[in-house]
């Protein structure tokens, strides 16, 4: 998929600098290396939740979730590391500054 090719062409530097939360609200809650790689691999997220519900169904919103973890089991180990290591950056740096900051 193309989607996936951009994302794969970014460095891990540049992904997670632009996956990185910038409202100080997204640091309320201790970042996680599954919450991470949703925001590390946002279209590689949606394909799945794409593919595993029916949008028109209320009743499969619970699907999105058991597939999202599926898919986040089955990332190879380097995606996984990626994700754990920048879950402990976020968590250790905390809110960007005020100047980076959305309001």
């Known amino acids: 998929m193309q989607l996936e090719n951009q994302e794969e062409d970014l460095t891990p530097e540049e992904r997670e600098a632009a996956a990185r939360p910038t409202y100080a609200g ?4 201790e970042w ?27 009743s499969t919103f619970g699907k999105r979730t058991a597939a999202i973890r599926d898919w986040y089991d089955n990332l190879p180990k380097s995606k996984q590391d990626e994700a754990k290591r920048v879950a402990k950056k976020w968590n250790s740096e905390g809110a960007p500054n005020k100047e980076k900051m959305h309001v």
């Open 32 to 58: 996680d290396d599954f919450r991470v790689a949703q925001r590390l691999y946002p279209d590689e997220v949606s394909q799945v939740d794409n593919e595993s519900r029916d949008k028109t169904d209320k």
């Open 26 to 29: 997204d640091y309320w809650k």
